[in-house]
């Protein structure tokens, strides 16, 4: 009988002070135990990384309980069986999970999610037709609701959720304006993804540009940064706009709950009041029961070639940590997924 595997995995080794350093982080192995009767071992092939995990290092009262101290990060893993005591998996088969950091991990079968790798690559459950995808779906169904003539604009907009956002939306018939770091990014917007405009919030002239790229004002924004984005769009939302709030990832590393610049909760009181704006956070699976209706949505769109995806993956898994890090500084480019084993 083949000796058990010895698992790697990265634990939460400290809460940051604010911005996550590599300290933070430690990387441990040890060697996994046997099977219970109705478990399974999963091999982790991909990790996916999203922003959502800095708020898991941190204790704050939240939507979700954080990772403790010296537990594995979390987070979504596409996984291969690699042996069963269940008889409702056999070695070999793939599954979405959520097993985390780590390059082995035991299941009971719980939540697992069987793919197919000839209907879809399997790095797409991570991606545009895992969660991000169908955050990007339900937020603009439930929320943001783009008609036909309007203008929508989206920060992260070559990020997982951004770029399938604007693309969704052109399909509904808005004008789409994204917002991105850097002119390769833009380029990839409008070349590849058809935006019809793609900015730059590097640029000394931001909120210029913004102001002139949206002559007729914002009708839906959809929000994954927060900061000096969001003070350049709140100016131009118009009446009866829709925010969808998916993230604030310019406030993530802050220590206080107050940012910087003064109390400017009165202002935007003002305008909820005065332009009847609708501001509403989400969590994605807050609208799980509309998850079918995505996956068979977006598997067309794909199909049909309106719906592309950007998929930017790290080898080995001791690179995780480095390349979250980069994530929440917007250096990753399209979906970020960790590369942990190859499929068997």
Known sequence: MASPP???RIVLASRPSGKPVPANFRLERETVRDLAEGEVLLKTLYLSLDPYMRGRMDDAKSYAKPVEIGGVMEGGTVAQVARSRNAAFKAGDIVLSHSGWQSYAISDGTGLQKLDPETAPITTALGILGMPGFTAYAGLRNIGKPKAGETLVVAAASGAVGSAVGQMAKIYGARVVGIVGGSKKCDHLRQELGFDVAIDHHSSDFPAQLAAACPNGIDVYFENVGGHVWSAVFPLLNDFARIPVCGLIAHYNEESSVSSGGDQLPAVMRAILRKSLTIRGF?????????????????AWITEG???????????????PEAFLGLLE?????????????LA
């Not at 309106?306 to 995780?320: C, F, M, N, P, W």
Request: charge should be positive; hydrophobic fraction near 35%.
């Open 6 to 8: 010895v698992t790697t």
């Open 306 to 320: 309106r719906l592309k995806y950007k998929e930017d993956i790290v080898d080995g898994l001791e690179h995780a």
């Open 330 to 342: 917007g250096k990753n480019f399209g979906k970020l997924i960790v590369r942990v084993a190859p």
């Open 283 to 299: 969590i994605q699976r807050e609208f799980a029961d509309q998850r079918p209706d995505f996956s068979h949505q977006a598997g």
